[in-house]
């Protein structure tokens, strides 16, 4: 059976699949990692027109590519979509992966889909079509959902502002790795408070 694994990169290369392409990659470069589909705040980082692609050793692939600061703007702008779309908030949740985009070294985001050894990047349209939900007139909303294989009612709870933060991200921690994923080389701030 396949399986699908993929990874948020902040390095310093801008180029897609750098886990394959860039000669000086190394584990810190990765800021969190997600078995199946992709978590649905990492989308949020990237527009349609953040779509690149380029050649892999298995052929041509796509992957979104953005500077890490226009991408954490991308975050905070897409929040307010968010909210609207699926009614639970995301904006606490957009605030962890922030804080973990911050530890990371790199200047550049990417998203990495592998199978089975091999890249497996999703159809470049669809991924545009599905980055296309955050933009102002973006309709989208279906294809970003498909994308992250994301049952609305599958999504955490949000955290009483008053309330102790890790007893909340233990009792949402299914919940909280389809929106941020989860540790990959480093610790990440919505499984390890630090």
């Known amino acids: 059976m396949s ?12 180029g897609i699949y750098p886990m394959e392409q860039d000669p000086g990659f190394e584990a810190e470069q990765v800021a969190a990692m997600a078995d199946g589909a992709v978590p649905l705040l990492w989308l949020a980082l990237f527009r349609a027109g953040d779509v690149s692609l380029g050649d892999t050793p298995w052929g041509a692939a796509g992957a979104p590519l953005v500077g890490r600061e226009r991408g954490l703007a991308n975050l905070v702008a897409a929040v307010p979509a968010l909210d609207r779309m699926f009614g639970p908030p995301v ?4 605030d ?12 550049w985001l990417t998203i990495e889909w592998w199978c089975d050894n ?10 545009r079509s599905a980055l296309g939900a955050f933009e102002e007139d973006g309709d989208g909303d279906g294809a970003l959902l498909e994308l992250c294989g994301l049952d609305p009612a599958d999504l955490p709870a949000p955290r009483d502002p008053g ?14 790795r389809l929106l ?11 499984e390890q408070p630090i």
């Open 118 to 127: 091999r890249p497996s990047p999703p159809d470049p349209a669809a991924l």
């Open 163 to 176: 309330a102790p933060l890790l007893p909340h991200l233990t009792a949402q921690a299914a919940g909280l």
């Open 3 to 14: 399986a699908t694994t993929v990874y948020l990169h902040a390095g310093d290369r801008p």
């Open 91 to 94: 904006t606490t949740h957009a």
């Open 96 to 107: 962890l992966l922030r804080q973990a985009l911050q530890w990371s070294p790199g200047a």
């Open 180 to 190: 941020l994923g989860r540790a990959f080389h480093q610790l990440v701030p919505w």
